[in-house]
Nanobody
Framework: VQLQASGGGLVQNGGSLRLACTASGRAFRTYLMGWFRQAPGREREFVSAIIWSGGRTYYTDSVKGRFTISGDNAKNTVYLQMNSLKPEDTGVYYC??????????????????WGQGTLVTVSS
């Protein structure tokens, strides 16, 4: 499985961006797709995830009510709509996926496939 992330950029405080991540290869086996981010000088952290079959979604507390994750099965693409962006949302955003069922959704070690990352910068 290969993951290609896109949609990052520079936005002002309070602005919006939409990230996309398209899976190719054996994408039909995907169980879970997620987004993680890494701010400068910090460890990578969980942002959001979606179970491909059924569409159940998960968010870290700091983005609840501002970010929305969704999936398009026909395009093998997951989106992260980010609204009301804050400077603390700045970082490299990575998409990830796994075909393993029942894994810990919040742990990056649960994901076997990773995209290359896309930079999101929110200016104050």
């Amino acid at each position: 499985v290969q993951l290609q992330a896109s949609g990052g950029g520079l936005v002002q405080n309070g602005g919006s961006l939409r990230l996309a991540c398209t899976a190719s290869g054996r994408a039909f086996r995907t169980y879970l797709m997620g987004w993680f981010r890494q701010a400068p000088g910090r460890e990578r952290e969980f942002v959001s995830a979606i179970i491909w079959s059924g569409g159940r979604t998960y968010y870290t507390d700091s983005v609840k009510g501002r970010f929305t994750i969704s999936g398009d099965n026909a395009k093998n693409t997951v989106y992260l709509q980010m609204n009301s962006l804050k400077p603390e949302d700045t970082g490299v955003y990575y998409c990830a996926s796994t075909s393993r069922v029942g894994v810990d959704i919040y742990t990056e070690g649960s994901y076997g496939y990773w995209g290359q990352g896309t930079l999101v910068t929110v200016s104050s």
